[in-house]
């Protein structure tokens, strides 16, 4: 699914890291571990075209995903990819149902039977009938729910996910990792920056950023 080869990120003069190398595929989640500074953001980020490496490649299906122009950043970013930052990324002064909608648009022309409908993700993350409230009314962790729920409508190829359980509850951060490890059961790549051991012990790898290497 996607390729990691020898990518590095440079500031300045100082190495965030170099020589990375890592492979996640469909149905499989990798956890990005490593102290707060170490990298784990700025790395979810390369993958997801919000920044650029130094040097290096991120191949997805035989193509380098660094060197895609504008239009192809844009259709990868649209048919590809799911974000789940850990400040939601919603429209704060919309509803429940437009932010959902928003996410459901691009798909409408080939969804098939397979679909996953905003009521219905609605109803798995916990807030069943509650399409038509402001997003500003929810708590933090509705609001995250809502941003799964988002990903669940959207079912993207590969999803990348920044310290979802940050400023989440027990119940609140189960529910986050039970979802996105159904969507990658389903056959989604998932990549986690996290340091919720909690989440880790869910994932089937974790790379440390600081080490360069897969740990146990
Ligand atoms: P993590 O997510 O592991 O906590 P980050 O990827 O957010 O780490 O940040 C890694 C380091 O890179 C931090 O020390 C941060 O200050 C630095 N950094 C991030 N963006 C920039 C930038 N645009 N210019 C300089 N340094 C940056
Ligand atoms: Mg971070």
Same mark, same amino acid.
């Given at each position: 699914? @996607?390729?990691?080869?020898?990518?590095?990120?440079?500031?300045?003069? *100082?190495?965030?890291?170099? $020589?990375?190398?890592?492979?996640?595929?469909?149905?499989?989640?990798?956890?990005?571990?490593?102290?707060?500074?170490?990298?784990?953001?700025?790395?979810?980020?390369? @993958?997801?075209?919000?920044?650029?490496?130094?040097?290096?490649?991120? *191949?997805?299906?035989?193509? $380098?995903?660094?060197?895609?122009?504008?239009?192809?950043?844009?259709?990868?970013?649209?048919?590809v990819l799911g974000y789940l930052f850990q400040n939601y990324a919603l429209i704060e002064n919309a509803t429940v149902a437009a932010n959902l909608d928003v996410a459901a648009k691009p798909q409408r022309i080939n969804r098939g039977e397979a679909g996953v409908t905003i009521a219905g993700a609605l109803d798995r993350v916990g807030l069943a009938g509650r399409e038509k409230e402001k997003i500003h009314h929810l708590s933090g962790g509705e609001q995250q729910r809502v941003a799964l729920a988002r990903l669940m409508v959207k079912q993207p190829a590969l999803v990348l996910a920044d310290e979802p359980t940050g400023a989440l509850d027990h119940a609140n951060a189960k529910t986050v990792i039970d979802i996105l490890r159904e969507m990658s059961d389903a056959g989604c790549a998932v990549v986690i920056a996290t340091h919720d051991d909690r989440v880790r012990d869910r994932c089937d790898a974790a790379f440390a950023v600081n080490e360069n290497s897969l740990v146990a």
């Amino acid at each position: 699914m @996607i390729d990691i080869v020898k990518l590095s990120k440079t500031f300045g003069t *100082r190495t965030l890291w170099a $020589d990375v190398t890592a492979t996640v595929s469909r149905g499989e989640m990798l956890a990005l571990v490593g102290p707060s500074g170490s990298g784990k953001s700025t790395l979810l980020n390369c @993958i997801g075209l919000l920044e650029k490496p130094n040097a290096g490649e991120i *191949r997805y299906e035989g193509k $380098d995903i660094i060197r895609f122009g504008r239009r192809e950043v844009r259709k990868f970013r649209r048919d590809v990819l799911g974000y789940l930052f850990q400040n939601y990324a919603l429209i704060e002064n919309a509803t429940v149902a437009a932010n959902l909608d928003v996410a459901a648009k691009p798909q409408r022309i080939n969804r098939g039977e397979a679909g996953v409908t905003i009521a219905g993700a609605l109803d798995r993350v916990g807030l069943a009938g509650r399409e038509k409230e402001k997003i500003h009314h929810l708590s933090g962790g509705e609001q995250q729910r809502v941003a799964l729920a988002r990903l669940m409508v959207k079912q993207p190829a590969l999803v990348l996910a920044d310290e979802p359980t940050g400023a989440l509850d027990h119940a609140n951060a189960k529910t986050v990792i039970d979802i996105l490890r159904e969507m990658s059961d389903a056959g989604c790549a998932v990549v986690i920056a996290t340091h919720d051991d909690r989440v880790r012990d869910r994932c089937d790898a974790a790379f440390a950023v600081n080490e360069n290497s897969l740990v146990a």
